[in-house]
């Protein structure tokens, strides 16, 4: 049941509790009278009450609209209020047919008509509400038709001032229905503001004083909706605000202005849509100042006014996101205290570095182009400094995904996997220094990035005179590799008993693992390619080095997980040596020349009776703690 009908429901039992006092009232005056006095009857032992006694009698309790009563008071209502307007147009068009009257005379007579409607339902509206708001909007409606004819149809008013009558025909209507409460009101109000231009204007003749109309008719039905939290209310004042001036004043307007309405309107409107979370609010506010701010930079050549709109605009999500208790920047799992940003919020706020950055690279595009990378610096640095000045995981995460960005464009080759690499420990180790949670994460995202590069652009540019093992790829691996076993050796921090601390690190070490097999690998075959032997020595040499390096690097994997009882890394050793097994059985035997296949298969008996040694004393030792602890 809607609000409307509660309230109406509540009226008519107020007025059926007037009728029966008024009945008691006059029972009792009959008794007071001097006429002959008749003792009363013995009143009757009283009846037990009720547990929720109604005031009224149980035949005048109102009841839930029927069909029939709906139809009564909605739809005849609606048709009632649209015959009566549609009436009092074709009368002003009949009297302007066969000129009964004078043209200023139909228009007076129409605004009065409006003003008589509008005042019978002022006067119902405390006691039949959806009625009198009716007749109040169809009273509105009526003086609205009226200034409109006399601008258009017979001309006795300039555009401008039936444009003034209109705007103050609305605002009228707006101050109603904020002094009664009816959205409804308010959003026809809205509706005949922001149609009198279109309605009276010619092609928009003053693009300026189009945006000081909108402007004016906006602050004011725009403070009224926030005021109320009419969210339909303000859509339109949205859409109205910024749809009716782009398409009549965006590009033949002052740039000034266009710059100043779009940032004042955005700026409100951002700010009014994250507080009442209203999305389509926000997101007319958000598109509509920006587009605003690109329409004026496209005829202003003042960038450091763009880029003071752009600041301006993104005060309120600044300020949205810097009074946020939220950890993350998305919704959290249901049951979560924090509910999170919606997926819109987070939207605003890392779209708005991108726009900012844009507004940056305007005020001196020549010297941005010489300094790549300068464009990002800029954008980080302020971000950072509020991300890391209190945890602010939000504002620390754009300034991490910035200096990322500043480093791979300023760098590139070797030199953007070792910027990379730095900024991800300068990550990690900030969290330790400052006792902080999201530092391991963005060092996660930054290794990443330097792995696509080392494994991708890097190795895709290394040229013939790079060395194996000691040349800039192969120490830029090494580095990965070093600050990859760091991390997982505890740079990247444990956070939580139940966190995911244990799978990264053990993905860390497997990693590192990983590069540094089949890293030395590479670089044992470049070695033997770079050499001055034939194609055919070159390729045996670095087959034997390869199973040798391999049935090694498995022994000590192996020797690491006894001296440090982990069972894991000693799994991986053993995996390992099944590689260089299936690699000699397989392809060392039967491409290899004959001393170079007794020297593989020589390596590997020798590795795998070490291995079977390790195994086997370990049983001894624990079979001989075992019989310690038995005595």
Request: glycine letters at 10%.
């Amino acid at each position: 049941m809607s609000e409307e009908d509660r309230i109406q429901r509540l009226e008519e039992r107020v007025v059926a509790l007037e009728e029966t006092v008024r009945e008691l009232a006059a029972v009792g005056a009959t008794r007071a009278s001097p006429v002959k006095r008749v003792p009363p009857p013995p009143s009757p032992a009283p009846a037990p009450r009720a547990t929720h006694a109604s005031p009224l009698p149980a035949s005048s309790r109102p009841t839930a609209l029927s069909s029939e009563q709906w139809i009564g008071q909605r739809v005849l209502l609606a048709i009632g209020v649209v015959a009566l307007i549609l009436a009092a147009g074709y009368l002003l068009r009949l009297s302007f047919d066969r000129g009964w009257i004078s043209p200023i005379m139909r228009c007076i007579g129409g605004a009065c008509a409006g003003v008589i409607v509008g005042a019978v339902g002022w006067r119902l509206q405390p006691r039949y509400r959806t009625y009198g708001a009716a007749l109040i909007g169809c009273g509105a409606a009526i003086i609205y038709l009226s200034v409109w004819a006399a601008a258009r149809l017979y001309e006795v008013l300039p555009p401008t001032t039936g444009i003034l009558g209109l705007a103050m025909v609305s605002v009228s209507l707006a101050m109603i229905a904020y002094a009664i409460d009816v959205e409804a009101l308010g959003t026809t109000a809205a509706l005949g503001a922001f149609f009198a231009p279109l309605l009276l204007g010619r092609n928009y003749a003053n693009a300026d004083l189009l945006l000081m109309y909108l402007a004016s008719m906006a602050a004011g039905l725009g403070l009224v909706a926030a005021r109320r939290r009419w969210r339909l209310t303000m859509f339109v004042v949205a859409v109205s605000f910024f749809g009716v001036a782009y398409s009549g004043a965006a590009a033949r307007g002052t740039p000034w202005a266009v710059l100043l309405y779009g940032v004042l309107g955005g700026t409100a409107g951002i700010h009014i849509g994250l507080r009442e979370r209203w999305w389509e609010t926000r997101l007319l506010s958000f598109s509509g100042g920006w587009t605003f701010v690109a329409a004026a930079s496209d005829r202003l050549h003042h960038p450091w006014a763009i880029l003071l709109a752009g600041l301006v605009l993104a005060a309120p999500v600044w300020w949205y996101a810097l009074h946020s208790s939220r950890i993350l920047p998305l919704k959290l799992p249901t049951g979560s205290v924090a509910p999170g940003w919606s997926l819109g919020e987070a939207l605003y706020f890392f779209l708005t570095p991108v726009l900012l950055g844009w507004a940056v690279y305007g005020l001196d595009p020549g010297w941005f182009d010489a300094k790549p990378g300068a464009v990002a610096l800029l954008v980080a640095l302020p971000y950072l400094i509020a991300g890391y000045q209190r945890p602010r995981p939000a504002f620390a995460l754009v300034g991490a995904a910035a200096a990322g960005i500043a480093a791979w464009q300023h760098w590139d080759g070797v030199g953007r996997v070792w910027a990379l690499l730095a900024l991800a420990v300068l990550w990690a180790a900030l969290d330790h220094l400052l006792a902080r949670e999201d530092g391991r994460w963005f060092a996660l995202g930054t290794l990443w990035a330097a792995l696509d590069q080392l494994f991708g652009g890097a190795l895709a540019g290394r040229t013939a005179a790079d060395s194996a093992f000691v040349g800039a790829w192969a120490l830029a691996l090494w580095g990965t590799v070093a600050v990859t076993l760091g991390l997982a050796a505890g740079l990247w921090p444990r956070v939580g008993a139940a966190s995911a601390a244990p799978l990264i690190r053990g993905g860390l070490w497997a990693l590192g693992g990983a590069m540094v097999l089949f890293g030395a690998t590479g670089e044992i075959q470049r070695y033997f390619a770079l050499k001055t032997l034939s194609a055919q020595t070159a390729s045996l040499a670095s087959g034997l080095a390869v199973s040798a390096w391999w049935l090694v690097f498995a022994a000590a994997l192996v020797i690491v997980g006894f001296r440090w009882t982990l069972k894991p890394v000693r799994l991986a050793g053993l995996g390992v040596a099944g590689l260089a097994v299936v690699k000699v059985l397989l392809f060392d035997l039967s491409s290899l020349d004959a001393l170079y296949r007794v020297g593989s298969v020589f390596i590997l008996g020798l590795v795998f009776l070490l291995l079977a040694y390790l195994y086997h004393r370990q049983g001894r030792v624990a079979g001989g703690e075992r019989r310690e602890s038995v005595i």
